[in-house]
């Protein structure tokens, strides 16, 4: 026992102790595992515009949503599938609705417009170059139907695609080419 009690006592193993807590912890924070085994599913409802505007002339209106551009999502460093459409609504606003979303689940996951040709591939950091791109926000869940308003100031000629974007590891879990209606 004496002996246990001389190799607690040395700087060193308290040293290499305190170290390896802090990087389980470190590892933990950074790489979120847990979130391998939870799936957080969104149903989110179809959009309907805030108002609907005045009927025209001949008392018709729009008032359904416009499908302005769709894709279907590939797999780039996770399994990932579901559709996308890019929709304007009767009041204007656009609204892009991720329909189906199955992928995993991961750490500051993000939706992206990116200006990037999709490109099909197990390397994610390598499918897409550093061009233009805009965030519409954090992904709200790896499964189901989910709904992301486009800024006023986005002009869809200027991307291409839709991604799946991990800020934490810089990868794409999934992707597709917009196609316009």
């Known amino acids: 026992m004496g002996r246990v009690r001389r190799t607690l006592g040395k700087p060193w193993f308290i040293t290499a102790l305190t170290t390896g807590v802090v990087l389980v912890g470190v590892g933990l924070y950074w790489f979120q595992p847990w979130k391998l085994w939870v799936d957080e599913t969104v149903r989110d409802p179809f959009p309907v515009a805030a108002s609907v505007p005045p009927s025209d002339a001949g008392g ?24 996308v ?12 609705r991720l ?3 199955e992928t995993s689940n991961g750490p500051a996951l993000r939706v992206w417009l990116s200006d990037a040709e999709v490109k099909p591939g197990k390397d994610g ?11 519409l926000g954090e ?28 800020d934490r590891f810089d990868v794409s879990f999934g992707a597709t080419e917009l196609t316009r209606a």
């Open 139 to 166: 992904l709200k869940g790896n499964k189901g139907d989910q709904n992301y308003p486009l800024p006023a100031d986005v002009d869809l000629d200027d991307y291409r695609s839709v991604t799946i974007w991990c």
């Open 125 to 135: 950091w390598h499918v897409f170059d550093d061009g233009k791109h805009v965030s």
């Open 99 to 101: 329909t189906g979303l």
């Open 60 to 83: 018709k209106t729009d008032a359904g949503p416009k499908e302005l551009a769709t894709g279907k999502l590939i797999s780039h460093e996770h399994a990932t599938s579901g559709s």
């Open 85 to 96: 459409r890019v929709l304007r609504l009767a009041d204007g606003t656009r609204v892009l």
